[in-house]
């Protein structure tokens, strides 16, 4: 029951992008074609339950223990870039194409807000999933960052879905580009708040 | 093309506003603003780490080799945010709680990351201290706008000084107002940079 309204309320009531407002550079960016923002949320997806998981571990045994967690910022972001470079290279012998069509995205997944928010919050947040508040254990917070990236994932296909058919449109001069974009996010996120008071 | 220091600094208002027209930064621009005051401790915030950023990345540049220089940027980076989480501890505990992950979240901010990139590491160490106070105080400049525009509708008060009885619309100070209010804000940049042409 507990794993349930974790992923029921990292998915849709505290969705990540829509109202927490992390990683929306690449929200913005690249959810222009549906094909694209797929294969950018799965590698964001990838990389945010990975990497959490590798700096939960590394904050439990190495920074705290030991008084170091005034660390967790650099070492925090020096794991993702490892990360970071390890799936590109991955990407590039496996999947040509995705590689090419993620382009400049893929090495900026490092500086995806997303990524480093979700692996601070697991290690610093109180939870009240259940009673009483809790710092989150392994599996929960795994499951938290892999909930999480799928609800990055929904709110990136429902967008880049609206956009691809507003490119048909004929919008107002002054709004087309990032205008309208936010303002379509807006009303996105709106429907997204009738979620809240669900968990 | 070199400019004047003047220029560095003031380019950053309008002609390279960080948020209006290179559209960097969006994660804090949206979430940090929904009081002015707070959009512009934010904006400080990051001016800060901007600026000190800057003048050490352009003054190692030349001996960072060039296949590790996104990791030892991002290092130099991370190193002034973790100096930047201590001050705020010690000196402004009630803004650090407010802004709360977003202050070590500035590490992955692009603007820090790309000033390095396309600036400071092929200027001197003033030049690019000048850019980064530029880009840093249009940052700010365009943070408190927003901030000050969403506490406004939201709350019906400037920096927390009420004009109106009463609740304002919620709405602004929630999550849909900010995507809201900075894209009409972008808009009037668009159509009053358009008419400045």
């Known amino acids: ?199 | 093309m070199t400019m004047t220091k003047l220029q560095l600094i003031t380019k950053g208002f309008i002609k390279d506003n960080p948020t209006f027209v290179l559209v960097l930064g969006m994660c804090p621009t949206l979430a940090t603003t929904t009081s002015a005051i707070n959009g512009m401790s934010m904006g400080l915030a990051t001016l800060f780490v901007l600026v000190l950023s800057n003048m050490a990345i352009s003054a190692v540049a030349p001996y960072v080799p060039d296949k590790v220089h996104i990791p030892a940027y991002i290092v130099i980076i991370a190193t002034f945010v973790t100096v930047l989480q201590f001050l705020m501890q010690a000196y402004t505990p009630a803004m650090y709680e407010t802004l709360g992950l977003f202050i070590p979240l500035i590490v992955v901010n692009c603007i820090v990351l790309g000033r390095a990139e396309a600036f400071a590491n092929k200027h001197t160490v003033i030049e690019s201290a000048c850019d980064g106070l530029g880009i840093g105080l249009g940052f700010t400049l365009s943070l408190t706008l927003l901030g000050m525009v969403r506490e406004i509708l939201g709350t019906g008060s400037v920096f927390g000084w009420k004009f109106i009885t009463g609740d304002g619309i919620l709405a602004f100070v929630m999550a849909p107002g900010a995507f809201l209010c900075l894209g009409y804000l972008m808009v009037l940049f668009n159509k009053l940079a358009k008419k400045n042409k």
């Open chain 1, 1 to 199: 029951m507990e794993y349930f309204l974790i992923i029921i309320s990292a998915i849709f009531v505290n969705n990540i992008v829509l109202s927490q407002f992390l990683g929306i550079c690449p929200f913005l960016g690249v959810s222009n074609k549906l094909s694209t923002a797929t294969g950018m949320s799965a590698a964001v997806c990838f990389v945010i339950t990975l990497s959490t998981i590798v700096t939960y571990l590394l904050n439990k045994y190495l920074l705290d223990p030991y008084g170091l967690t005034f660390l967790q910022t650099i070492a925090f972001i020096l794991v993702i870039a490892a990360l970071v470079q390890t799936v590109e290279i991955v990407l590039k012998k496996t999947s040509p194409s995705l590689y090419q069509a993620l382009g400049i995205y893929l090495p900026l997944i490092t500086t995806n807000c997303a990524v480093l928010g979700v692996a601070i919050t697991v290690v610093t947040k109180q939870f009240t999933f259940g009673d009483p508040a809790h710092m989150l254990n392994l599996g929960e917070a795994a499951v938290y960052a892999f909930a999480t990236a799928v609800g990055y994932g929904v709110a990136m296909i429902i967008f880049s879905g609206i956009r691809e058919h507003l490119a048909l449109n004929d919008v107002p001069k002054p709004f087309r580009g990032i205008p309208i974009a936010l303002v379509t996010a807006s009303i996105l996120a709106m429907a997204f708040m009738g979620f809240s008071g669900l968990v």
